[in-house]
């Protein structure tokens, strides 16, 4: 699977249910013409699986409007 994203993105209450440790960091970014989106968090080696594929990524906490996780 290749969704052509370079980040990985997830909901900060999402991250709580799962019980993620959620770590402060210190960058921002914008997406497309949006405001700054003042990321400050986020959670590390989350093992994620589709099917017979798994691997650990890195998810940036982020306010997320109409997805949980991207």
Same mark, same amino acid.
């Given at each position: 699977? *290749?969704? &052509?994203?370079?980040?990985?993105?997830?909901? =900060?209450? @999402?991250?709580?249910?799962? /019980?993620?440790?959620? @770590?402060?960091?210190? !960058?921002?970014?914008? @997406? /497309?013409?949006? =405001?700054?989106? /003042?990321?400050?968090?986020?959670? &590390? *080696?989350?093992? @994620?699986?589709? =099917?017979?594929? &798994?691997?650990?990524? *890195?998810?940036?906490? !982020?306010?997320?409007? *109409?997805?949980?996780? !991207?």
């Amino acid at each position: 699977m *290749d969704s &052509s994203a370079t980040h990985n993105f997830m909901r =900060e209450d @999402v991250a709580r249910r799962f /019980g993620l440790q959620i @770590v402060p960091i210190h !960058i921002s970014f914008k @997406v /497309g013409n949006y =405001e700054d989106m /003042g990321v400050v968090k986020l959670v &590390s *080696d989350v093992l @994620v699986q589709i =099917e017979c594929w &798994s691997q650990k990524l *890195d998810f940036t906490i !982020i306010q997320l409007n *109409d997805y949980e996780i !991207i």
